[in-house]
């Protein structure tokens, strides 16, 4: 049995907390990232994007995967043409891309 190897790109949200230099807004408590990645597996996903973060000087807390784009559309999530474009771009560049920052405040 051969490991497949197709890249999917998973749709993750990421908590992120507070770290010097990380870019939040001052008043920010942490955030949460929703983030477009790619990888063989959800794991690898989670994995990648967990290590760019830390990269950008950002501190990850907690991962929800939110599934593929086959998978979110069986769910019945309505997906823009935005969206898709960045899943897209995700996945031809086999990258992690960031789509949307929401901080938080106390």
Not at 32 to 47: C, K, N, Q, T, W
Not at 75 to 102: C, F, K, S, W, Y
């Amino acid at each position: 049995m051969s490991r497949d190897t197709t890249q999917q790109v998973y749709t993750l949200v990421v908590e992120v907390g507070r770290k010097a230099g990380d870019g939040l807004p001052d008043a920010a408590t942490g955030a949460a990232l929703m983030v477009y990645a790619s990888g063989v597996d959800e794991a690898e996903a989670v994995r990648e994007t967990v290590a760019i973060l830390k990269q950008a000087g950002m501190a990850p807390l907690d991962v929800t995967g939110h599934g593929t784009l086959a998978e979110r559309e069986a769910e019945g999530h309505e997906i823009d043409t935005e969206e898709r474009a960045l899943m897209a771009r995700a996945r031809d560049e086999n990258a992690v891309i960031v789509a949307q920052v929401t901080p938080f405040h106390d």
